[in-house]
């Protein structure tokens, strides 16, 4: 084997442990919530090791902001392979919405650590919050100018009333999956905020 072939065999056994102890921070969370995880019950759901754990992050900390950037980059997927830009402007809500919710079912309590537990790591999670609120921000500016909405004469979103209405619905699911009632309590009063928002702006 040629050593560019040796580092590529080597990339992709790094990156398959990586994503398995992904997985088990996702189950141990799950089973335990984040604050009682540990390292130990990651590596336990990932069949791997703490050495190998190691390896791939520096601590439990690292493990869980890695887990909820790749998290947030499927939720933002999720969202955009649901909307059609051609479609009615007050469908692409639903349709934004009902993928939004479906995404929390699939995962609440991932949803309730980037919510909760993320924002108490303090500094060392900040670039996370930036970045995952940047590109949600991005993802619903644009939705906002895209065809459906133009057609109805309706003015884009400015980023700081989406910042608004991301901020109204990120409370909304912490306060629904805490109390663990169903997740599809959000769309009615999502769907309303965000047509009463977006309408509004002829």
């Known amino acids: 084997?040629?050593?560019?072939?040796?580092?590529?065999?080597?990339?992709?056994?790094?990156?398959?442990?990586?994503?398995?102890?992904?997985?088990?921070?996702?189950?141990?969370?799950?089973?335990?919530?984040?604050?009682?995880?540990?390292?130990?019950?990651?590596?336990?759901?990932?069949?791997?090791?703490?050495?190998?754990?190691?390896?791939?992050?520096?601590?439990?900390?690292?493990?869980?902001?890695?887990?909820?950037?790749?998290?947030?980059?499927?939720?933002?997927?999720?969202?955009?392979a649901a909307v059609d830009p051609e479609a009615n402007w007050q469908q692409q809500i639903h349709r934004a919405?009902?993928?939004?919710?479906?995404?929390?079912?699939?995962?609440?309590?991932?949803?309730?650590?980037?919510?909760?537990?993320?924002?108490?790591?303090?500094?060392?999670?900040?670039p996370l919050h930036r970045q995952a609120m940047d590109a949600l921000t991005d993802m619903v500016v644009e939705l906002s100018e895209g065809p459906g909405f133009r057609r109805a004469g309706l003015t884009p979103l400015t980023r700081p009333l989406a910042l608004i209405l991301l901020g109204g619905l990120r409370e909304l699911t912490a306060l629904i999956v805490e109390d663990e009632r169903d997740p599809r309590e959000i769309i009615g009063p999502a769907v309303a905020a965000a047509t009463a928002l977006l309408g509004s702006r002829p």
């Open 1 to 80: 084997m040629t050593s560019a072939l040796a580092g590529a065999a080597r990339a992709a056994d790094a990156d398959a442990f990586r994503d398995r102890l992904l997985d088990g921070m996702a189950a141990s969370i799950t089973e335990r919530g984040y604050r009682d995880t540990t390292v130990a019950d990651i590596v336990r759901h990932a069949r791997t090791s703490k050495r190998t754990f190691y390896e791939q992050f520096t601590s439990k900390e690292d493990c869980l902001i890695e887990l909820l950037r790749r998290n947030n980059e499927d939720l933002i997927a999720t969202i955009r």
């Open 97 to 126: 919405i009902e993928a939004y919710v479906g995404h929390i079912e699939a995962r609440p309590a991932i949803t309730l650590a980037w919510i909760r537990e993320a924002p108490a790591l303090g500094a060392v999670a900040r």
